[in-house]
């Protein structure tokens, strides 16, 4: 995270506003346009919500693919590169991110970062969505 600009504080102190408290776990699923219309780009916006969670925080983002492989000619899901379907922007920009984990479920993964995404990514390759 870099040099925090205005917007970017402006929506880091929304965030604890509303209870987002450091140290939580945050789960967003959210349209990206608001916050692209207020100046944010998708990793300023990313960086606002790692800031309001602090380091012992967790961010969480769904990267569902939908990857049924065997039907509709789908390829096979692969963690490391096959992109999130339907879930915006934001989620896909999180997926990318450096330190960024990744569940293996091959049709509802998730992404996260922080304290707590090992835990919430290991082993959910067989898990009921």
């Excluded at 390829?75 to 992109?83: D, V």
């Excluded at 997926?95 to 479920?105: D, V, Y």
Aim: glycine share 10%.
């Amino acid at each position: 995270m870099g040099d925090e600009g205005d917007v970017q504080k402006v929506m880091r102190q929304e965030l604890l506003g509303i209870g987002v408290n450091a140290g939580a776990c945050l789960i967003v699923h959210c349209a990206f346009k608001p916050m692209r219309t207020a100046g944010l780009s998708p990793d300023e916006a990313i960086d606002a919500m790692l800031a309001a969670l602090g380091p012992d925080g967790t961010l969480m983002m769904p990267t569902f693919t939908y990857s049924y492989a065997g039907i509709w000619n789908v390829k096979p899901f692969n963690p490391a590169n096959t992109p999130g379907i339907d879930n915006g922007i934001l989620s896909e920009r999180f997926r990318l991110r450096p330190g960024t984990l990744r569940s293996a479920h091959p049709t509802y993964s998730v992404a996260a970062c922080g304290k707590d995404a090992g835990f919430l990514t290991a082993h959910r390759d067989h898990c009921s969505p």
